[in-house]
């Protein structure tokens, strides 16, 4: 079984600038999620999306961040501007349903400069 | 507001040994509590769960303990290897909250 596909695995940008980071779940699995985990803190929910409708936004700053899930399989996350504590591992992970175990991708390790 | 927390940041344990990792929760309203494990470059993949209907669930050297009136877990890893060395992030589910809220890790070292 595929695992969870996320891409790029690194991206360096300079504040101010745009970055967009593509997820493609496992297949058949309903439930997504984007996590940030800045160095030395657990992963942070930013979104969950139930097939394409979104479940909880509520730790997403909605200001700069924005998240899309088309016909309800990938999914991309987009950061404009970024900000320099923006810098943090994004993890995107799957679940079959809510309240089911979640398998996560390898992440995308952001650097703001 | 940290509702899951673990302590201890890092953990030195002799290969062969019992390794013990705490989790503490503010939280009555979770029922669900999982360990995930992340390697360095990899993204955390799940480990073992407890519902709060119990207070251990064993598989093969991983047992979870779960004490509800302390609002504390533990994972107990016997005998510990050293492919065992990562970072374990503790997480837990809130009754009708479908976002799994993670603690900040241990770093686990197993020293041959």
């Known amino acids: 079984e595929a695992g969870v596909a996320q891409s790029p695995r690194y991206k360096i940008i300079e504040k101010r600038q745009s970055v967009a980071f593509w997820c493609n779940p496992i297949s058949g699995h309903a439930t997504l999620y984007w996590y940030q985990q800045i160095l030395g803190q657990g992963p942070k929910l930013l979104i969950q999306?139930?097939?394409?409708?979104?479940?909880?936004d509520s730790q997403l700053p909605k200001d700069r961040f924005s998240a899309e899930r088309l016909k309800g399989v990938d999914s991309t996350l987009k950061i404009q501007p970024a900000k320099l504590e923006d810098s943090a591992v994004y993890l995107c992970?799957?679940?079959?349903?809510?309240?089911?175990?979640?398998?996560f991708g390898s992440g995308t390790q952001l650097s703001v400069l | 507001d940290q509702q899951v927390k673990q302590n201890s940041p890092s953990l030195s344990v002799q290969e062969g040994r019992i390794s013990i990792l705490n989790c503490d929760y503010t939280n009555s309203m979770f029922d669900y509590f999982l360990w995930y494990k992340k390697y360095p470059a990899e993204g955390p993949t799940f480990l073992i769960s407890i519902s709060s209907i119990k207070d251990k669930n064993e598989d093969g050297r991983f047992t979870v303990f779960l004490n509800k009136s302390a609002k504390h877990l533990s994972l107990h890893i016997v005998p510990s290897q050293p492919g065992d060395s990562a970072v374990y992030f503790c997480?837990?589910?809130?009754?009708?909250?479908?976002?799994?809220?993670f603690g900040t890790g241990t770093r686990l070292t197993i020293i041959p």
């Open positions: 999306f139930q097939n394409n409708g979104v479940v909880d």
């Open positions: 992970a799957s679940s079959l349903a809510p309240h089911e175990k979640l398998f």
């Open positions: 997480a837990a589910w809130e009754i009708g909250n479908e976002k799994l809220t």
